[in-house]
């Protein structure tokens, strides 16, 4: 490998110029590793909460910050930004500077991208538990926010990267850069182009600080899907690898003291992985109403990731070849390995997932979760842990204070994330098994949704289980590197190197090779010359042209991706039936969005039996024309709500948020008493009208000057919404001290609307089959209006009063 020795040294030729002395910035690799350290504790620890949260949703108090909807963004921010974050942060300060033998261009973008990039995830915690949340995930930081990102992100960390490779006195530039280079292009590209909004604020003054944060994505349903995964798979790509695989580059041959195994398969794995990974996004959607070519070539891509993945791996473990005796006795080495061995599970488990077949059974269930966790546990949790322990003696000059406690922080890691991730594969097979059962007669199995939660509860405790440990080790961690830091020496020495600038140092340009072939044509010798990649070793020498052909591959494998389902409008049958959503229920999709409910629930129903018959029609593309944002969900801790409206009355609504256990007995869905209480807020809905107006959706009848009647209509049918409910009730809705309440301008009637409105508009055949009578409707103490009563609920009369679907 070619990297700066810690003496220095002027190259190979004689240096042409006079040395230059330079100094490596260490402290922002410092600042970087205690928040790496800080935010793991935050981000695992929400996780736990979280995990605790599902078999008891009663442990959040009924306090809604802390409520699963809410606090699952948070987590899942939390671990990739915060933790993962400042961990390649701290990775590629530290080596960038080595690889490059140059100081960071500017201390000061350095620390502005630290702070930067610390007050933006606070900004995370300060308002996704508020419910200001775009609800994509991964992306779900509001417009203020996103703007923050893309500063930091491109102004800050971009900028001052690209200006220390420019400034670099190494001509070559180590594949580590490679990866680093990939990530910050992409990434900036990716949260750009998912992140077009229109927020509340450009339509006009919004009266209050929620409204003021809430915007519309720019994309509608199934386009806003692809827009989604395309980001959010990519995320995991270009966030969750590739910088870990540069850290692996630069740290593993370090800690191993042995060069990287094969030079020619790190040039083809990275640009394989480059390329192929921007398509595999659609395998998030199979099944779903995008188009089936999509999902086909998503799988396909998705399948063929799986050699440049491995490529990566095999060149990660080989390189411990000779080796393997250290890694008994080194943490670091333990670490790095069950890291790259959870890279290469992951990375074959993930071309697994997304064939068609296969991912029929593992779409919304918890195997998903145990994916994500042998990669962000696993891969980039072992990967960053390693290189904290590799780090620790050299940043803080001392020796890591205990090598037990590191290897006990090693095992009680690996127990908890074997734990966490072989209960969640049982967990999620369980799920997607039973929610398939089809009895002999051809009804459902497990009619219940209820059921299906409750047979993994089990499986629930032991990911807690898995998890404590996995937390443990992590404190103990914390502790490891808290007691090395605090016996640092009192002041740092800072060594100085000298090297000839860039331009003084010596410069043999690379020759190209001749063909050692014979009789052969010159079309074959060629491309043997050409196989010898010697041409690489001349981009290898070019920043920007490397750049630029990162940032080609990146954008031409999106663009072909993306364009088709954008400009083939045909793509998207319309139906005539499908109108836009009214004020109120406009503004009750809000608030589901906000709940994060879709962090529970989907909306999208497949074409296969069992699932049309529990939850009725499978969803069709022109359905979602005017969901901006789109709610498909990734996940289904609760059932389907695709063709909610009409199922439940009212009532039911209102006393299952009120007490989801009661209306169902075994639900962990929690309580949203909460929403009983807090008021409409009549006075933005004008705005958010006008946004989607902007935005495209007709709604003819609120142009201009007739803006404010759509705050006048949405109070009109939170009346009529909330007389029924009282009908239905026979008698208003008291709170659990008895007191009345009247609901006609809280949340909930909102909501409700928005819910009795899903899936009605599309007027077809009858949405489900005659469903059996379940026992569950025996526990139901509420009788179910017939759906002709209210307002919303047109066309699905047929499946009124089952209850089976649930
Ligand atoms: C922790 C996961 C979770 C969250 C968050 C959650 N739910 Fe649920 N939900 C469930 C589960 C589990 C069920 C099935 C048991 C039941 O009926 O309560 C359910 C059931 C439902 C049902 C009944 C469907 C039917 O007809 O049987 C509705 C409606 C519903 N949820 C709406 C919501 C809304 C709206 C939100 C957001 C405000 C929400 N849920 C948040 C887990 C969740």
Redesign the pocket.
């Known amino acids: 490998m070619q990297e700066s020795k810690s003496t220095p040294h002027t190259g190979h030729g004689k240096a042409t110029g006079p040395l230059e002395s330079f100094t490596y910035d260490d402290a922002i690799t410092r600042k970087f590793v205690t928040a790496t350290l800080v935010w793991a504790v935050v981000g695992f620890l929400v996780g736990l909460i979280l995990a605790v949260?599902?078999p008891f949703?009663q442990v959040n108090g009924g306090l809604e910050w802390i409520?699963?909807?809410r606090l699952r963004p948070l987590h899942t921010n939390a671990v990739i930004f915060a933790f993962a974050g400042n961990a390649i942060f701290a990775a590629i300060y530290y080596s960038t500077q080595r690889l490059c033998k140059a100081r960071m261009w500017s201390d000061m973008l350095s620390n502005l991208h630290f702070w930067g990039w610390q007050l933006i995830i606070v900004s995370a915690a300060l308002t996704l538990p508020f419910g200001i949340t775009q609800s994509k995930e991964y992306a779900e930081l509001e417009w203020p926010i996103d703007i923050a990102i893309a500063v930091v992100w491109a102004g800050f960390f971009g900028v001052n990267f690209f200006m220390t490779l420019v400034k670099r006195r190494e001509r070559h530039m180590y594949v580590a850069i490679w990866f680093y280079i990939a990530t910050i292009v992409t990434v900036a590209v990716l949260h750009i182009f998912n992140n077009l909004w229109v927020p509340l604020v450009a339509m006009g003054e919004p009266g209050s600080l929620l409204a003021w944060f809430k915007s519309y994505p720019i994309y509608a349903g199934a386009q806003d899907a692809m827009m989604q995964w395309w980001y959010g798979h990519n995320a995991v790509a270009f966030f969750l690898t590739t910088p870990f695989l540069g850290l692996m580059y630069y740290y593993l041959p370090k800690a191993a003291n042995r060069p990287v195994f094969s030079y020619r398969l790190s040039i083809l794995h990275f640009w394989s992985l480059v390329f192929i990974y921007i398509w595999a996004g659609p395998h998030h959607l199979h099944f779903s109403a995008t188009d089936e070519w999509v999902q086909t070539l998503g799988m396909v891509f998705s399948i063929m990731l799986w050699m440049p993945s491995w490529g990566g791996m095999i060149n990660g473990l080989l390189t411990l070849r000779g080796a393997w005796h250290k890694v008994t006795a080194d943490p670091v080495l333990k670490f790095f390995l069950v890291g790259i061995t959870f890279y290469g599970m992951s990375t074959f488990e993930g071309p697994l997932l997304s064939v068609k077949s296969v991912n029929a059974l593992s779409h919304y269930t918890d195997w998903t979760i145990g994916h994500v966790h042998a990669g962000a546990l696993g891969w980039n949790g072992f990967m960053a842990f390693g290189m904290i322990y590799w780090l620790a003696p050299r940043i803080y000059q001392t020796r890591l204070y205990s090598q037990q406690l590191a290897n006990l922080h090693f095992w009680l890691a690996t127990a908890g994330i074997l734990a966490y991730v072989i209960s969640m594969y049982v967990a999620g097979l369980t799920q997607g098994l039973m929610w398939r059962g089809i009895t002999e007669t051809g009804q459902l199995a497990y009619p219940d949704?209820?059921e299906t939660?409750q047979a993994i509860m089990p499986m629930y405790w032991i990911r807690i289980a898995g998890g404590l440990l996995y937390f443990g080790g992590t404190l103990i961690g914390c502790w490891n590197i808290y007691i090395t830091w605090a016996s640092r020496p009192s002041e740092y020495e800072v060594p100085v190197f000298e090297a000839p600038a860039l331009a003084d140092s010596p410069f043999t340009p690379e020759e190209r090779p001749e063909s050692e072939l014979d009789g052969v044509l010159e079309i074959g010798k060629k491309i043997d010359v050409w196989s010898t990649l010697w041409w690489h070793r001349v981009w290898e020498r070019m920043p920007i042209k490397f750049t630029v052909m990162t940032t080609f591959a990146v954008v031409l494998a999106s663009v072909m991706e993306l364009v088709p389902a954008f400009v083939v409008r045909s793509n998207i049958q319309e139906i005539a039936t499908v109108k836009p959503y009214s004020p109120l229920e406009l503004t009750g999709r809000d608030?589901?969005v906000s709940?994060?409910?879709y962090?529970?629930?989907s909306q999208q129903i497949r074409p296969m039996v069992a699932e049309t018959k529990r939850y009725g029609d499978y969803s069709k593309e022109g359905e979602f024309v005017y969901d901006h944002p789109f709610q498909w969900g990734s996940r289904r801790?609760?059932?389907d709500?695709a063709r909610?409206g009409g199922?439940?009355s009212h009532q039911w609504?209102v006393l299952?948020?009120n007490n989801?256990?009661y209306?169902?007995q075994g639900?962990?869905?929690?309580e949203?008493s909460f929403?009983m209480k807090k008021q409409i807020d009549f006075k933005s809905i004008p705005l958010r009208v006008a946004a989607q107006q902007a935005l495209g959706v007709p709604y003819p009848e609120y142009e201009g000057d007739n803006r404010s009647k759509a705050a006048d209509d949405a109070k009109a049918q939170a009346a009529a919404i909330a007389a029924e409910f009282v009908q239905q009730n026979q008698g208003p809705y008291r709170d659990d001290d008895g007191e009345v309440i009247d609901l006609a301008d809280k949340k909930v009637i909102a909501?409700i609307a928005y819910?009795q409105r899903l899936g009605v508009g599309l007027d077809a055949e009858p949405a489900a089959e005659p469903a059996p009578a379940t026992p569950d409707s025996e526990e139901t103490p509420v009788a179910v209006e017939p759906a002709d009563d209210q307002p919303t609920a047109g066309g699905l009369a047929s499946t009124v009063g089952e209850?089976g679907?649930?």
């Open positions: 949260e599902l949703p409520t699963f909807g949704f209820v939660t608030v589901y709940e994060g409910c962090n529970c629930h801790i609760g059932p709500l909610e199922k439940q609504h299952h948020f989801p256990s209306m169902t639900s962990i869905m929690p949203y929403l909501l819910l209850k679907a649930s």
